[in-house]
């Protein structure tokens, strides 16, 4: 049986093993640290039977740094596309590659859009690589859809789908769309 339990400050020395899959961004110790501090709340970890760490999520939760043209703001009369309102955000998700298949990935995004609904967030949003596959298999399973293709979006010059999963709030499901992976913007585009 696995254990989810709020990450902390030893646990970044323990994260390696999760780390090992070439499709997982790897980010310096300031980084892990920045969210820590600022979202402790949204970064956990999963224990194996072994006590050792089989997974985490980094999440946070933000809006766009500029003001909404329209106050309040809806997702019907918002004149800017790429205005992002209040929402959630995996920044990570990984799974060591010998704890796969056994739902932490959905555990640990489950806490994270619940946190972001205690939050009152409009959705929970995250990046994956669009040759990533399995990634956009699970997330679809777990109920996200492409919201938009960001071109260029990682160093290497691949693509990036923006994937977002709707919260309560957003009872019209206005802050998702069909045929997301059509909508191609910039990067720059997605702040």
Same mark, same amino acid.
Request: hydrophobic share 35%; with cysteine; aromatic share 10%.
């Given at each position: 049986? !696995?254990?989810?339990?709020?990450?902390? %400050?030893?646990?970044?020395?323990?994260?390696? +093993?999760? #780390?090992?899959?070439?499709?997982?961004?790897?980010?310096?110790?300031?980084?892990?640290?920045?969210?820590?501090?600022? /979202?402790?709340?949204?970064?956990?970890? %999963?224990?194996?039977?072994?006590?050792?760490? =089989?997974?985490?999520?980094?999440?946070?939760?933000?809006? !766009?740094?500029?003001?909404?043209?329209?106050?309040?703001?809806?997702? !019907?009369?918002?004149?800017?596309?790429?205005?992002?309102?209040?929402?959630? $955000?995996?920044?990570?998700?990984?799974?060591? +590659?010998?704890?796969?298949?056994?739902? $932490?990935?959905?555990?640990?995004?489950?806490?994270?859009?619940?946190?972001?609904?205690? =939050?009152?967030?409009?959705?929970?949003?995250?990046?994956?690589?669009?040759? #990533?596959?399995?990634?956009?298999?699970?997330?679809?399973?777990?109920?996200?859809?492409?919201?938009?293709? %960001?071109?260029?979006?990682? #160093?290497?010059?691949?693509?990036?789908?923006?994937?977002?999963? +709707?919260?309560?709030?957003?009872?019209?499901?206005?802050?998702?769309?069909?045929?997301? =992976? #059509? %909508?191609?913007?910039?990067? =720059?585009?997605? /702040?």
């Amino acid at each position: 049986m !696995s254990t989810v339990r709020p990450m902390k %400050v030893d646990d970044l020395f323990k994260i390696a +093993p999760c #780390n090992l899959d070439p499709l997982t961004e790897t980010y310096h110790i300031g980084f892990y640290m920045e969210y820590l501090t600022k /979202w402790p709340e949204l970064c956990q970890v %999963v224990l194996g039977i072994d006590g050792k760490i =089989e997974g985490y999520i980094l999440g946070k939760l933000e809006a !766009s740094p500029y003001p909404c043209q329209v106050s309040p703001y809806t997702p !019907s009369t918002n004149p800017d596309p790429n205005y992002l309102p209040w929402h959630g $955000h995996i920044t990570a998700l990984t799974v060591a +590659p010998h704890a796969r298949r056994l739902g $932490h990935a959905t555990r640990l995004s489950t806490a994270l859009e619940q946190a972001s609904d205690a =939050e009152n967030a409009w959705f929970v949003d995250l990046f994956v690589r669009a040759s #990533n596959k399995i990634a956009i298999d699970l997330y679809t399973k777990m109920g996200y859809s492409i919201y938009r293709r %960001v071109v260029n979006y990682y #160093n290497d010059g691949e693509d990036a789908f923006d994937m977002r999963k +709707p919260c309560k709030r957003d009872v019209k499901r206005e802050t998702v769309r069909e045929d997301g =992976e #059509n %909508v191609r913007v910039n990067p =720059e585009d997605v /702040w």
